[in-house]
């Protein structure tokens, strides 16, 4: 679902000069958290402090963005959304699936090995797209040393796919899975990789936390 305009949230995000420059942010997880049926603020905390650090380094050719997947939802449950911080709008809130080997309707297990069919969590930046087997994809690389780092190597990207609808989430109680893709639904797929694409970071949150120590950028 894109949401075009943030006033119907009825909360601003407030970003200075300064704090967009270093990739800080004033106030945001306090406002964000308020929004009906987005993201939560542990979530957000998680989010942000990843963001802010690869920001602040450099790694993030569009800081105005951020892209948060919450994995402790069920995958019936919209859980991703896309965040536009220097305007103070919800841009996308879509359904997503996580990987085959990663659970049914919760996702529960997570890796960055080659073959595992599991989704990895963590930072990462997106990159550039192709079109190739799962048609119109988003290259993402992996922030997280030994988290997510393989995911170039693995193929781990963004793109649509036809088991990721409300329809079949009613029909078998889950979405279908990918091989470890952040899959989501076929007819958005192109306008939330259009937006994203080129340098804007993505962050997975899921039941184990992201180790602070092991950022590779």
């Not at 951020?66 to 103070?88: F, H, K, N, Q």
């Not at 990895?120 to 190739?132: A, E, K, M, N, Q």
């Amino acid at each position: 679902m894109k949401l075009p305009i943030l006033a119907s949230l009825a909360f601003v995000v407030v970003v200075t000069a300064d704090a967009r420059a270093a990739g800080r942010t004033v106030g945001v997880a306090e406002r964000l958290a308020a929004v009906p049926n987005g993201p939560g603020r542990r979530v957000l905390d998680a989010a942000l402090a990843a963001y802010n650090e690869a920001a602040q380094d450099g790694t993030l050719a569009r800081p105005d963005l951020l892209t948060v997947i919450d994995y402790t939802r069920p995958s019936t449950e919209r859980r991703l959304w896309v965040l536009d911080l220097a305007r103070g709008r919800v841009l996308f809130h879509e359904l997503v699936a996580h990987g085959k080997n990663s659970g049914e309707n919760l996702t529960r297990f997570f890796s960055n090995a080659h073959g595992s069919l599991k989704t990895s969590l963590g930072l990462f930046v997106t990159d550039t797209p192709y079109v190739g087997r799962n048609g119109y994809s988003l290259r993402l690389r992996g922030l997280d040393r030994g988290v997510n780092d393989n995911a170039l190597d693995r193929a781990i990207v963004m793109h649509g796919a036809s088991y990721v609808s409300a329809a079949i989430a009613a029909k078998l109680g889950r979405l279908g899975r990918s091989w470890g893709c952040p899959a989501v639904s076929a007819e958005v797929a192109r306008d939330i990789i259009d937006t994203i694409k080129g340098g804007s970071a993505i962050f997975a949150y899921g039941p184990s936390p992201r180790p602070a120590t092991e950022a590779t950028h």
